[in-house]
């Protein structure tokens, strides 16, 4: 099976400061369709998961562009340019390549 | 807009069945997949399995094939079935619109496995 791995567990930012999170595979993400299926979900306190990122480096409709993902093959980061207080909360990436499908452990953003 | 909704018991007795339906507004069941997901308290996401209305199944092999996933495209509904429950079943259980991509999620059900 796929692991995914985040890195860091947690992370405390100053607001208006970037911020970044690291996802990393144990195998290649590239399906056979030629897409990569590497997500990127919010979920804030109480809340079910959001869709941030799709694909890699897809903004979902009404995702602020703070937000960004990059990256190929085993290595994929989240971005947030300059973090505002409703992004506290806990991101995952999930791979959707590779059955079964896994989400990382989570990264936990929180305000400095 | 896409909407789904969990509906089910709260809680569910040890080596028991846990059964919970997902009802889909906005969208049609026969054009895409649909999935579960679930999260135990203060714990990360599992990915439990897919289906769509072609028959197309997956279900997550850590599950040791306790879970069935099954839809109704007349009643617009898909379910969980969750065989031989024990207390690490206990968890939020959500359902989610298509299988790679995860797009629209439920609000949640919170299943708690006690006697």
């Known amino acids: 099976d796929v692991v995914m791995t985040q890195s860091p567990l947690s992370l405390s930012v100053t607001l208006g400061q970037p911020a970044s999170i690291s996802c990393r595979s144990t195998?290649?993400?590239?399906?056979?369709?030629?897409?990569?299926?590497l997500h990127w979900f919010q979920q804030r306190p109480g809340h079910s998961p959001r869709r941030l990122i799709y694909k890699v480096s897809n903004r979902d409709s009404g995702v602020p562009d703070r937000f960004s993902g990059s990256g190929s093959g085993t290595d994929f980061t989240l971005r947030i340019s300059s973090v505002e207080a409703e992004d506290v909360g806990i991101y995952y990436c999930m791979q959707g390549t590779h059955w079964p499908f896994a989400f990382g452990g989570g990264t936990k953003v929180e305000i400095k | 807009q896409v909407q789904l909704q969990e509906s089910g018991p709260g809680l569910v007795k040890p080596s028991e069945t846990l059964s919970l339906t997902c009802t889909v507004s906005?969208?049609?069941?026969?054009?895409?997949?649909w999935s579960w997901i679930r999260q135990p308290p203060g714990k990360g996401l599992e990915y439990i399995g897919y289906?769509?209305?072609?028959?197309?199944?997956n279900h997550n092999p850590s599950l040791k094939g306790r879970a069935t996933i099954s839809l109704d495209t007349s009643n617009n509904q898909f379910y969980l079935k969750l065989s031989s429950v024990t207390a690490a079943d206990t968890a939020i259980y959500y359902c989610?619109?298509?299988?790679?991509?995860?797009?629209?999620w439920g609000h949640g059900a919170l299943v708690t496995v006690s006697s």
């Open positions: 989610t619109r298509t299988a790679r991509l995860l797009d629209f």
């Open positions: 289906i769509s209305h072609n028959g197309d199944i």
């Open positions: 906005g969208d049609s069941m026969k054009t895409n997949y």
């Open positions: 195998q290649g993400l590239v399906y056979s369709d030629g897409n990569t299926y």
